[in-house]
């Protein structure tokens, strides 16, 4: 079988209802596109999609389906779809009819242009709820401050990656929205297109107030995967300079004080903070070259790099098996 241009990746969960409108819709779209191929995602659905997406698989091979045992959530879902991916160009989006299939064409000219992922821009949202807009709306601004990258709409699922981008991004907790930032971080060009936001027709919205704080505590993360992950010294050394330098000047001024002015000192809460202080800086320090190790390890084991190449320019020369130019070369 021929490889596919286009991997169109859906993770589905509990999406029974709305599945046969789904693939027919996307369907309707791929045939106007390059050679593709359509895999959905079963993330440990219970309503009877697993049933579907087995039946759908054995009448038409173009749509290719992968099971997980039980529910691990969207960021699993995609990474098992990015897995299985076979085409040059990877499309996401959501299982819940929202997202448009018609919209692709227009991100995959986006793509064309000369970026390597395309997000989408929900201009007009189909829910009214504040519930979702809201949190929505706040998140947005604090990942796009924290990363640099302006993105009016993270938590829309209709993207385009190029396939290296999603080679070379190990995806972890809910890290699927900060793909563009974490794309970005790393020299890859992100761009942005509006797209269709349909209401949804059947079952139930996954989304809520419940995932704020999940969002929150992977909001934290963010920075230190996007400005420390491989110097992670310079975060906690630099801290633990902080507090130890705060710490030690805080004991010798107390210091001085018992030495020159004769003052008791040993009743001192401030005594106390110099030296917890110290103690804290010792501790940064020591977890910074821990993590220096860690970092060293993980690329060794796997024989990763520290570095991404987009484009290099190979000189013919005895011995060598690959010359002229290599594009979006694809990193171990």
């Known amino acids: 079988m ?9 993770p589905i969960f509990n999406e029974r209802e709305n599945l046969p409108s789904l693939v027919d819709g ?17 993330d440990g659905s219970t309503d009877g999609s697993t049933q579907w997406l087995d039946q759908a698989h054995r009448a038409d091979p173009w749509v290719k389906v992968v099971r997980l045992t039980r529910n691990f959530g969207q960021t699993a879902a995609l990474s098992a779809g990015f897995e299985h991916a076979r ?10 009819l929202q997202n448009d299939p018609v919209d692709i064409p227009r991100m995959l000219a986006k793509l064309d242009e000369g970026y390597d992922v395309v997000s989408g821009w929900r201009v007009e949202r189909a829910e009214r709820s504040w519930s979702r807009r809201v949190p929505s709306a706040i998140a947005n601004r604090m990942i796009s401050r924290l990363s640099g990258v302006r993105l009016h709409d993270y938590g829309c699922t209709l993207k385009a990656y190029r396939r290296d981008v999603v080679e070379e991004i190990e995806l972890y907790g809910d ?8 794309a970005a971080s790393i020299g890859d060009r992100v761009g942005e297109i509006e797209v269709r936001h349909r209401p949804r027709a059947h079952g139930q ?3 809520g107030l419940s ?20 110097r992670p010294i310079r975060f906690f050394g630099g801290v633990g300079l902080i507090a130890g330098s705060l710490g030690g000047l805080v004991l010798a001024w107390l210091g001085y004080l018992r030495i020159f002015n004769h003052q008791a000192i040993g009743n001192r809460p401030v005594l106390l903070a110099g030296v917890l202080m110290v103690l804290m800086g010792v501790q940064f320090i020591t977890l ?4 220096e190790l860690v970092i060293r390890a993980y690329y060794a084991t796997k024989g990763r790099r520290a570095y991404h ?13 690959v010359c002229g130019v290599e594009e979006h070369i694809r990193l171990p």
Request: hydrophobic fraction near 50%; proline fraction near 7%.
């Open 205 to 207: 919205s996954k989304y």
């Open 2 to 10: 021929a490889v596919p241009e286009i991997s169109i990746v859906v």
């Open 87 to 96: 085409g040059r160009v990877i499309v996401t989006l959501d299982g819940d």
């Open 288 to 291: 910074g070259l821990l993590g």
């Open 309 to 321: 190449v987009r484009r290099a320019f190979v000189e013919c020369t005895p011995g060598h098996h």
């Open 211 to 230: 995932r704020a704080p999940k969002v929150f505590l992977d909001l934290l993360a963010l920075p230190f995967m996007l400005r420390f992950f491989n």
């Open 26 to 42: 996307i369907r309707a779209v791929a045939r106007t596109l390059a050679p593709s191929e359509l895999i959905l995602v079963d």
């Open 175 to 182: 890290a699927h929205r900060f793909l563009p930032a974490l």
